[in-house]
C-alpha cells in the first residue's frame, strides 16, 4: 500500500480507521436530520389544533351575539348613525326597537335612556348581523324598527302651504337614494315645509339608504306621495300654489324669478328633465345659469342651488 501524498490524508483514502480525524463521516451537530425541524423553528403537535366541534382560537367573533335568521322584523328600517339619532329624538313613539353595536353603546345611550325607560326593547348585536339585517354594511353600527309615518296626499299639502305661505319640493322621476337623501337633507337646512313624489299606493317613499343619506334631515320633512304628479300639480294651482319647474332650455334665469309662498318647486331627473305633462302644469320655467363645459348639475346640486334661492327670497319677505 502506497504511503499518502503531499495533499494530506484528507484528500485521499486513510489506510486505517484510526488515521481518520474525529467526526468523519457523521452529520454536523448543528445540522438537523432528515425530517427533524430546525432547532429555531417551533415543533409542530397536531394536539394543539383545535378539534372540528370546537371554535378556533383566533375567531374573536365566537362570543358574539347573533340574531337568528328566521325571524321576521317588525316595522321600516332606520339606520345610520345621525339618522337614528334624529329619529329617537324627533318622534320616540314611533320607535318600536333599537339594536346596535357593542362599541356604539357610549353614544346612544343618551338618547335611548327615556326610550328604554318606556320599555323599548334594545338588542346588542355584532356587526355581521347587523350588515345582515340591514342588508348593507353602511349602518354605522346602529339599526331602529319604527312606525311608519303615513305620507300625506297632495290637498293636504295645498292647504299647508296656502296657510303658511311656503314652499314644496317636488321630484319628478328622481330615483336614486344618494341623490334623494342630499335633496332631504338640503330641504332640511333651507327649511323647505314638504316634499312630494309620486309613487303607488302602499309602497314605500323612502329606502333606508336615503334616509341614511339624509343624516336626520328626513325627520324634518313632511314627505307626501300622490299616484300622479301631473294630477297633483293641477290640485295644487287650483288651491293657489305656483308652480315653478326647472328647464335648462328656459329662457329666464333662476335669480331674476320672483319667488313666493305658497310655491312649489318642481326638479326632474338629470337626463330627460320634467315629463311634457308635468312641465304642462308649470307656471313659470327657470334655468340655472353656468357655463357649456358640462351638459347639466347633478339633481341634488341643483336642487340645493334652488331651495337656497327659495330661502333667501323668503327671508327678503320679512
Avoid: W
Avoid at 292 to 315: C, E, F, K, P, Q
Amino acid at each position: 500500500m502506497s504511503a499518502p501524498t503531499d495533499r494530506g490524508p484528507a484528500a485521499g483514502r486513510y489506510e486505517r480507521r484510526d488515521d481518520r480525524p474525529a467526526g468523519y463521516g457523521e452529520p454536523r451537530r448543528d445540522e438537523p436530520r432528515y425530517g427533524e425541524p430546525r432547532r429555531d423553528e417551533p415543533r409542530y403537535d397536531r394536539r394543539d389544533e383545535p378539534r372540528r366541534d370546537e371554535p378556533r382560537r383566533d375567531d374573536a367573533r365566537r362570543d358574539e351575539p347573533r340574531y337568528d335568521r328566521r325571524e321576521k322584523l317588525v316595522g321600516e328600517k332606520v339606520y345610520g348613525l345621525h339618522a337614528a339619532l334624529a329619529a329617537m329624538r324627533a318622534r320616540p313613539r314611533a320607535i318600536l326597537q333599537i339594536m346596535h353595536s357593542p362599541a356604539l353603546r357610549p353614544v346612544l345611550e343618551e338618547a335611548m335612556a327615556p326610550l328604554v325607560a318606556k320599555g323599548v326593547a334594545v338588542r346588542v348585536l355584532s356587526v355581521d348581523s347587523l350588515d345582515r339585517l340591514c342588508e348593507s354594511t353602511h349602518h354605522e353600527g346602529v339599526l331602529l324598527l319604527v312606525t311608519p309615518t303615513a305620507p300625506m296626499g297632495a290637498d293636504a299639502v295645498a292647504e299647508t302651504l296656502v296657510r303658511t305661505k311656503g314652499f314644496a319640493l317636488v321630484l319628478d322621476r328622481v330615483q336614486n337614494p344618494h341623490n334623494i337623501g342630499a335633496i332631504l337633507r338640503s330641504s332640511a337646512f333651507f327649511g323647505i315645509d314638504t316634499v312630494l313624489f309620486e309613487a303607488p299606493e302602499g309602497q314605500r317613499v323612502l329606502t333606508p339608504a336615503a334616509v341614511r343619506i339624509a343624516e336626520g334631515g328626513a325627520e324634518h320633512i313632511a314627505i307626501a306621495r300622490c299616484p300622479s304628479l301631473p294630477d297633483a300639480l293641477a290640485r295644487l294651482r287650483r288651491k293657489g300654489v305656483v308652480i315653478v319647474g326647472t328647464d335648462r332650455s328656459a329662457d329666464r334665469h333662476l335669480f331674476d324669478q320672483p319667488l313666493a309662498g305658497p310655491c312649489a318647486l318642481v326638479l326632474g331627473n338629470e337626463r330627460d328633465g320634467l315629463r311634457p305633462d308635468v312641465r304642462a302644469q308649470c307656471d313659470a320655467l327657470v334655468s340655472i345659469a353656468g357655463t357649456t363645459r358640462v351638459d347639466s348639475l347633478n339633481v341634488s346640486v341643483a336642487a340645493g342651488i334652488l331651495l337656497a334661492a327659495a330661502a333667501h327670497a323668503r327671508m327678503n319677505k320679512r
